[in-house]
């Protein structure tokens, strides 16, 4: 069974605060997603990954950054923490092999910034 | 880019057929996706659809015209646990890595 695990469900950091996010998957699957979801919003790419050590801007990459240092394991970090970057997060994956097209994503974090 | 509208709400009884429509504008296209997405849960994928014409997965279906950047989701026999979010997710090329966009979701609520 294919999975994407999560660092945390709910987080609570404050202002300022630097804030890794953790995400995990087990199918040796190439590319890697970050968004963030917000009501009336839908779902926004924050960065992705695509190999080991590549990263790419999505569409909203202020504030935030990335590494992946490892195939399974794609990090968002929060440099400076604000309020308005509380959030669900959701982190996704999926191969690069033709023909296997979806994104499976992890249970989500939501992340409050006092 | 892309921009992509879907209603925000529809509602329906047990047992009925709802369709949720979905319209895009694109720079590149590779494929449309549907995902459902129960509260407080991860997305899970529905459909894909890459050529024209109407895909059918038992009670669900997805239907796709390129040339009008319209697609439709079709829930048949609706039942309670089909309450949930449906996202309309645009790919761009390549297919490889290509990035996804997603619409603001369809909040489908099923009523007895």
């Known amino acids: 069974d294919v999975k994407v695990t999560q660092s945390s469900r709910y987080l609570v950091k404050r202002t300022g605060e630097k804030v890794f996010l953790e995400c995990v998957q087990d199918m040796d699957h190439e590319n890697m997603f970050w968004y963030r979801q917000d009501p009336g919003l839908g779902l926004r790419l924050i960065y992705f990954s695509y190999d080991v050590k590549m990263k790419e801007k999505g569409d909203i990459p202020e504030g935030y950054s990335v590494s992946r240092e490892k195939k399974e394991r794609f990090s968002l970090i929060l440099e400076s923490a604000s309020t308005n970057q509380t959030s669900m997060y959701l982190c996704?994956?999926?191969?690069?092999?033709?023909?296997?097209?979806?994104?499976?994503f992890g249970p989500g974090t939501r992340l409050t910034v006092l | 880019g892309q921009n992509i509208d879907q209603p925000t709400e529809m509602t329906a009884t047990e047992g009925a057929i709802v369709q949720i429509n979905c319209t895009y504008q694109t720079s590149g296209f590779n494929g449309l996706f549907w995902y459902q997405q129960h509260a407080g849960e991860a997305p899970t994928f529905l459909s894909y659809n890459v050529l024209d014409g109407l895909e059918e997965k038992g009670r669900f279906s997805s239907f796709l015209s390129r040339s009008k950047g319209y697609s439709y989701l079709l829930l048949k026999e609706l039942q309670m646990k089909d309450s949930a979010s449906y996202l309309c997710a645009v790919r761009d090329p390549p297919d490889s890595w290509g990035k996804f966009q997603f619409g603001a979701g369809t909040q489908v609520v099923v009523t007895p």
């Open positions: 996704a994956s999926r191969t690069s092999v033709m023909g296997s097209n979806e994104q499976f």
